[in-house]
């Protein structure tokens, strides 16, 4: 099998948007030298036509078998779906979001593959996530719309709480700025960092991540973004059903971590069309995909980000002539990113 065919399979996950390489990538890959099969209609979601591609170089194929049948090398935005296990061989590298920690059947099944399975959630450089530092901006920004959505707009004195302020905390904080929440309270971990946004807008409340604090801040709470993250390790699920019973009535509870488990005892993975779980009329939001209600705009971030994150890798398989995990294996940064390879579990955080 040829070590320079990328196929790019149409996403199966429901209500999936993305698609991973907008036309531009695609034409700066195959002037790499590698050719691109993308199955039918996979960027239509993303306002990308079949013809968008073709005149980029891509070729299209009409089914999912074709895509992986034919290519070494598969690139996709969300973990495979349970149609796509068996299609999926040992000589196959592919490269998208797992978040294994919150899927035991897909990890069982990707063991069982013998692929190679490329987390981009893992990928780090630096000492940074920065392909989900992409998507957990866009996560941020979108959370915090839903609850305004939720409210119907009426936000004023309705008691906004975000428990962990990293990439999607902070997208969430600056937009409901942007938007005139005025009852804002943050709690996290590192007291120093929200002691820094306070000095910038004084009218935040603070928290330092307790036992206590974290009973204070949930109660009458009409809005909770809960955003943590612990490197692709199953979130733990801290808030309870006490705390959850502090909450208003008809309050929202998104669960930005749904990828990795949930922080709820109630967080049981939704959909789109369907995204609440309801508890003693707490709605709690458990939408895997936030990122994805962004579309088009969401499909050129991600497009961006990843094609930076592999451009160098991607180079040295054409100048090699080598397959895509043999080259990454031997990269310091990407080969930290392997979650699975061989049957073996790599990263035992998941």
Do not use: W
């Not at 866009?138 to 119907?152: K, Q, R």
């Not at 005139?180 to 946004?197: A, E, F, G, R, V």
């Not at 040295?316 to 080969?335: A, T």
């Amino acid at each position: 099998m040829s070590y320079n065919i990328i196929g790019i399979p149409k996403e199966l996950k429901e209500n999936e948007k993305r698609i991973i390489f907008n036309p531009n990538e695609v034409e700066k890959i195959i002037q790499l030298g590698f050719d691109i099969i993308i199955e039918t209609n996979a960027g239509i979601l993303s306002n990308y036509s079949d013809s968008d591609y073709q005149k980029k170089g891509a070729k299209i194929y009409d089914t999912i078998e074709d895509i992986y049948k034919i290519a070494n090398i598969i690139f996709k935005v969300k973990e495979p779906q349970e149609y796509e296990y068996s299609l999926i061989k040992e000589h196959h590298t592919i490269i998208g979001f797992f978040h294994f920690a919150g899927n035991e059947k897909l990890k069982t099944n990707m063991i069982k593959s013998n692929a190679c399975c490329v987390a981009l959630e893992s990928v780090t450089i630096n000492n940074e996530y920065p392909i989900l530092k992409e998507m957990s901006i866009l996560a941020g920004e979108n959370a915090l719309n839903i609850s305004y959505d939720f409210h119907n707009k009426k936000i004023f004195n309705k008691k906004l709480v975000i428990i962990g302020v990293g990439n999607v905390g902070y997208a969430a904080l600056c937009e409901a700025v942007t938007l005139n929440y005025n009852n804002i309270h943050l709690i996290d971990l590192n007291y120093n960092k929200l002691n820094n946004l306070k000095m910038i807008n004084n009218s935040l409340n603070i928290y330092e991540y307790n036992e206590k604090n974290l009973n204070t801040i949930m109660k009458n709470a009409d809005i909770v973004i809960g955003s943590i993250y612990t490197d692709v390790k199953k979130t733990n699920k801290i808030i309870t059903n006490e705390l959850l019973d502090l909450m208003h009535n008809y309050s929202i509870f998104i669960d930005v971590s749904i990828d990795q488990g949930g922080m709820t005892t109630q967080s049981i993975t939704k959909t789109i069309e369907s995204p609440y779980n309801i508890y003693n009329k707490k709605y709690i939001y458990c939408v895997p995909n936030i990122p994805s209600l962004s579309g088009n705009m969401a499909t050129n971030a991600l497009s961006d980000i990843v094609f930076r994150c592999f451009s160098e890798i991607l180079n040295n398989v054409i100048i090699n002539k080598q397959y895509m995990k043999n080259i990454i294996i031997s990269d310091n940064n990407l080969k930290k990113s392997i979650n699975i390879n061989n049957g073996i579990v790599l990263n035992t955080n998941i």
